[in-house]
């Protein structure tokens, strides 16, 4: 596997995960930053089968769709369960993810400044959910007894969530502290600390 | 290959079509309970579901939520996720797309008037495009590999939905139609998408098409 490469727009979007979960998993990777005006010409757009960024490069092989990214990542790095059993439910855990992060989106870039605060108030009945799959799982992780790419995704998801609102985790102690135990993994606190990071909005549109 | 009998839940949506479909086609015994919307309202079965949703689909010990899940899991169990980790890779990309455009689809079905149609269909070239080209010239006759997969049964579904929306809107694109004629010239989807089974239940409860 590797050498990896990421093509994308200068923001954290749809490549927060993967990056958080490449990091942790020790691996290095070269980032293609696109500018927005460069992609609205047309010609990196053509090239991708779906028009669309991101695109990750591993070694020869060009994959595009973020959540395929991630489970072409779970499979490369043993991030995807045990077995079948597992896999199953990260991949429900990561779909359920998938429908926060949609959810999410979709206030930032069309109702930031209506529908905000309503967000914020219905955002509880969302989180419970991962809350009692985490508390039930007793080991700090969704789905057995290590990080999977379905953690990574929810990881950062609550990143963003935490900027948008600091106290969204003060009534769900188990997703609290899942939050801080994968901040404090030392490859993920490198990555976390790192200008890499730092200087990247989250999202395009400079809401979070 | 031997599976266990599989129960699935679900109410009549057009997302767990493509799990069904998938099943029929292999030959895959299941049960299946529907749900409709009255029993749906009045029952504790939601508070039940994890994530407040259908389908929920059994499997032995396993209880699974999310149709994609499910779908996935099924999948690996019946040998439709390609024949190694790179085709596995492709296949998530290609259904990632898919339900991109089925979640547009849906959307545009639940608008409480038809205004958005015409925009609809005017972008829909644009978003069957890749997957003519994916299709086209000497590839094959599958949307990756030489085998039926996981995206394949998606984008059937997706493609027989949007000739009901709009008859012609397959005109433009040869490999889709020859695509979808072969598939659903396969003798258990044949006899599926005949059977009263498929033709009376509607592709999304109670909204037009």
């Known amino acids: 596997?590797?050498?990896?490469?990421?093509?994308?727009?200068?923001?954290?979007?749809?490549?927060?995960?993967m990056r958080i979960m490449m990091a942790d998993q020790g691996q290095e990777w070269k980032e293609i930053v696109v500018d927005f005006a460069d992609w609205m010409k047309g010609d990196l757009k053509a090239t991708c089968v779906f028009g669309q960024l991101p695109k990750l490069e591993d070694g020869g092989f060009a994959l595009y769709q973020s959540n395929a990214i991630l489970r072409h990542l779970g499979r490369n790095h043993d991030a995807y369960g045990k077995d079948?059993?597992?896999?199953?439910?990260?991949?429900?855990?990561?779909?359920?993810?998938?429908?926060?992060?949609?959810?999410?989106?979709?206030?930032?870039?069309?109702?930031?400044d209506t529908g905000k605060d309503v967000y914020i108030?219905?955002?509880?009945?969302?989180?419970?959910?991962?809350?009692?799959?985490?508390?039930?799982?007793?080991?700090?992780?969704?789905?057995?007894?290590?990080?999977?790419?379905?953690?990574?995704?929810?990881?950062?998801?609550?990143?963003?969530?935490?900027?948008?609102?600091?106290?969204?985790?003060?009534?769900?102690?188990?997703?609290?502290?899942?939050?801080?135990?994968?901040?404090?993994?030392?490859?993920?606190k490198t990555f976390l600390d790192s200008e890499a990071y730092k200087k990247l909005p989250i999202n395009g549109n400079g809401k979070q | 290959m031997y599976l266990n009998r599989i129960s699935m839940v679900c109410a009549l949506t057009g997302r767990a079509e493509v799990i069904r479909v998938m099943l029929k086609d292999q030959g895959a015994e299941f049960d299946e309970k529907v749900i409709t919307m009255e029993m749906w309202k009045e029952s504790t079965l939601k508070a039940s579901c994890l994530f407040g949703q259908l389908p929920i689909f059994e499997d032995g010990d396993l209880t699974l939520y999310q149709t994609n899940a499910i779908r996935r899991h099924l999948a690996r169990k019946l040998g439709l996720y390609g024949k190694d980790q790179r085709e596995a890779a492709l296949i998530d990309m290609m259904d990632e797309a898919i339900q991109d455009l089925l979640n547009k689809y849906i959307k545009l079905m639940f608008e409480k008037d038809d205004s958005g149609k015409e925009g609809y269909l005017k972008a829909l070239p644009t978003d069957l495009k890749p997957f003519e080209k994916t299709l086209s010239g000497d590839k094959g006759s599958f949307l990756v590999g030489d085998k039926i997969s996981l995206a394949d049964y998606a984008l059937v579904i997706l493609l027989i939905h949007h000739q009901v929306l709009s008859p012609p809107c397959l005109h433009a694109f040869p490999s889709l139609q020859s695509y979808l004629k072969r598939l659903c010239a396969r003798p258990n989807l044949h006899a599926y998408f005949h059977s009263d089974d498929f033709k009376n239940r509607p592709i999304i409860p109670g909204k037009r098409t």
């Open chain 1, 1 to 17: 596997m590797g050498p990896y490469t990421i093509t994308y727009f200068g923001v954290r979007g749809r490549c927060g995960a």
């Open chain 1, 84 to 112: 079948g059993k597992e896999a199953a439910l990260i991949d429900m855990m990561c779909d359920g993810v998938e429908d926060l992060r949609l959810k999410y989106v979709k206030m930032i870039y069309q109702e930031y």
């Open chain 1, 121 to 188: 108030k219905d955002l509880p009945n969302h989180l419970d959910k991962f809350e009692a799959v985490m508390a039930k799982n007793k080991t700090g992780f969704l789905v057995g007894d290590k990080p999977s790419f379905a953690d990574y995704s929810l990881f950062e998801v609550l990143l963003n969530h935490l900027v948008l609102c600091s106290s969204c985790l003060d009534t769900f102690p188990s997703l609290k502290s899942f939050v801080e135990k994968m901040s404090a993994r030392p490859k993920i």
